[in-house]
């Protein structure tokens, strides 16, 4: 049992799943403020986490690698929205998808193997020095309640998680502003927005660009413990971020944090569950895993199905589907 | 013409009533708001109308929108074609004709949500400003507010919040002075008190926390409407205000469109119910496969009996009341078939909602 709880934990706060929560919080932007289908993000994650490695291998400092990639993910942005935010929404959802797909068959060229490591990625020692440099606990290990990680480990936790509640923080002041007001009304009705004077292109083209931001610092963070992975950031990640955010409570601000950590404690519940108390010869390790999934994708639809709304999301704000 | 003087009355203040005991001539008249506006006087208005020619797309005194060359093609139909058309600033005018006369696609293409076919030829300015070839948001920035014929009320989001989308100029609808409170609480502050005005106007006050998409259907008529006049237009189009709403509301909005014009507002509205064509408008424009075919001062447009006849149904203004009529066979079978057309219709537009 003791097992169960501290992976439960340890997936609860792994700098992973902060990762997870700042995409999740761009998606919300998306869809649930401003109601654009984007099945794209981890293709803004992709691509951020490529501009920052890139930039950093080529020997820019950590602030302008981080730039650099947001500068990407804004042009990503853009191009993506100038044909498709004028079109119905179910558009944006097969560009971001496509496009997605495409930043992610790029980087894994054979051709571009110098630059993005190809199909094998970049690993992560050759952009993360920056970024532990700045640690200020040197070295060795510190143990903290159960968990005993390395300085730099705990490093990047905490910087993950700053930079998490940094983004609530602000997503809390722009959705409670006159701005925020906007993004809800296009969400609803671009018609009625037009009439009343307002430029609903420019609006979604803001939250689309800010949305795939908030996707890019994810996806900095996603790679900053492990490696860029081109295959490893496919539609699969852009569907766990959709789970986390619907689980939590789409157009609720702290929906995505709740969300993700719901989502990888629960998924870490089912998964040393099963390894823990169902014998090998019925299911095996790897077994689990895939059983771990298949629960999320139930999950998933059983939450969409009965509480669309998500944990901790407004019930009032989904119970009128015009 | 009897059936109209309980319309004549006047429901919501006692100073109107008081003005205007009876008659069909609405009797609209608020001395206060004559001396701000002479055309809140009905005889003023009656006036500077009568001499107005009765032929269509006729020249006004002064005119607010004026419409050149409008042309609509929906493959080999044309929705409309209007060659010439003014409306005169600050009265109201009707804008009637039978289903599927182009109304409403006229007011799409003036109000930028749809595109003329017609392409360079088609001109309007309102105010003195081209508004050809502007999109929809453009043209409510001008000053000219339109509503829908299904109502969009933005269902999950509050009434207020409904209403503030209404209001113009908000520093902080700007995304990077959005993060910083104090550069747009002052309007906000302002806006707000605004709203809450007009929705005490509106008889909304209590219901501005609930979301818009738990009002009634007559009650989102009242927002849409409150919400367009956030932002003061110079001119208001309202496509259907009547359309599903009970006669007590009615009555009201009748009212608040008249305040309306009082206070200078052009107003320009579709609406089929001919009694409250005739109660509350000072110019009457009709529209039959997609062309303006009569205008004129209410009585004169329906005293035109090939008007009636073949635009608004020959049975129009039939009192179904009328015992006498029953002896008449034929009359009572039209008027069945009538109203089985007419429920059909109604039956159809709830499968399709």
Request: aromatic share 8%.
């Amino acid at each position: 049992m003791g097992d169960i709880l501290y992976t439960m934990l340890q997936d609860a706060i792994s700098p992973l799943t902060a990762a997870y929560v700042i995409a999740a919080i761009g998606l919300n932007i998306h869809f649930g403020f401003t109601g654009l289908l984007n099945m794209g993000q981890a293709g803004f994650m992709l691509m951020g986490a490529y501009g920052f490695a890139i930039s950093t291998v080529e020997g820019a400092p950590l602030w302008l690698a981080v730039l650099i990639a947001l500068g990407a993910v804004t042009v990503f942005a853009l191009l993506l929205g100038v044909p498709t935010l004028k079109l119905r929404g179910d558009y944006l959802a097969i560009v971001t998808i496509s496009a997605a797909e495409i930043v992610r068959f790029v980087g894994r060229n054979s051709l571009l193997t110098e630059v993005t490591g190809g199909s094998g990625g970049i690993p992560g020692n050759d952009y993360r020095s920056s970024f532990t440099d700045l640690s200020p606990f040197g070295d060795g290990r510190t143990q903290i309640g159960p968990f005993d990680y390395l300085n730099s480990n705990w490093w990047l936790h905490l910087v993950a998680w700053a930079v998490v509640f940094a983004c609530l923080g602000l997503v809390a002041l722009l959705v409670r502003s006159p701005w925020g007001r906007l993004l809800r009304g296009v969400r609803e009705d671009e018609d009625a927005m037009r009439s009343l004077g307002k430029n609903v292109y420019a609006v979604k083209m803001q939250a689309l660009v800010l949305g795939g931001l908030f996707g890019a610092v994810g996806g900095i963070i996603y790679v900053l413990p492990s490696s860029v992975q081109p295959d490893g950031m496919g539609r699969q990640l852009t569907f766990f971020i959709w789970t986390a955010l619907l689980l939590g409570g789409a157009a609720a601000i702290f929906g995505p944090l709740l969300g993700s950590i719901l989502f990888f404690a629960a998924r870490a519940l089912v998964q040393t569950g099963a390894d823990t108390f169902v014998p090998s010869s019925i299911m095996s390790s790897a077994q689990t895993e895939q059983f771990a999934w298949i629960v999320v994708g139930i999950a998933l639809m059983l939450l969409v199905i009965f509480r669309p709304q998500g944990v901790i999301g407004n019930k009032r704000e989904l119970r009128f589907n015009a | 013409m009897p059936e109209q003087t309980d319309l004549g009355q006047e429901p919501q203040s006692g100073a109107e009533a008081a003005a205007s005991p009876t008659g069909p001539d609405r009797a609209h008249v608020d001395t206060a708001a004559v001396e701000a506006n002479p055309l809140a006087d009905p005889t003023e208005r009656k006036r500077l109308m009568g001499t107005v020619d009765t032929t269509p797309g006729v020249a006004k005194p002064d005119a607010v929108l004026k419409v050149d060359n409008v042309r609509r093609d929906f493959g080999g139909i044309t929705a409309v074609n209007v060659d010439h058309l003014e409306v005169q600033r600050g009265i109201i005018t009707a804008l009637i004709g039978p289903n599927g006369a182009g109304k409403t696609t006229f007011f799409n293409l003036i109000t930028g949500f749809d595109k003329p076919s017609s392409g360079r030829d088609a001109k309007w300015s309102f105010d003195g400003r081209s508004l050809g070839r502007t999109n929809a948001s453009a043209v409510a920035k001008a000053g000219m507010v339109r509503t829908f014929q299904l109502t969009k009320s933005l269902s999950r989001m509050t009434v207020m919040d409904n209403m503030l989308l209404g209001a113009p100029q908000q520093p902080g609808e700007r995304l990077a002075l959005s993060l910083l409170r104090p550069l747009w609480s002052k309007r906000e502050g302002e806006i707000r008190g605004k709203a809450e005005e007009l929705l005490a106007r509106f008889k909304l006050l209590e219901k501005k926390d609930d979301y818009a998409g738990s009002l009634s259907g007559g009650q989102r008529k009242l927002l849409e409407m409150a919400r367009a006049l956030m932002s003061d237009p110079r001119m208001i189009m309202l496509d259907e205000p009547m359309a599903g709403v009970n006669p007590a509301l009615t009555q009201s909005l009748l009212g608040h469109i008249q305040t309306l014009r009082d206070e200078g507002t052009t107003v320009l509205f579709v609406e089929h119910d001919m009694h409250m064509v005739r109660h509350i408008s000072d110019w009457v424009v009709v529209m039959a496969e997609g062309k303006v075919v009569a205008e004129g001062p209410a009585d004169t447009v329906m005293a035109d009996k090939a008007v009636i006849d073949a635009y608004l149904g020959a049975h129009h203004d039939t009192d179904l009341g009328d015992d006498a009529l029953l002896e008449d066979d034929s009359v009572v079978a039209e008027l069945e078939a009538e109203a089985e057309a007419a429920e059909a219709a109604e039956k159809e537009k709830e499968g399709q909602r």
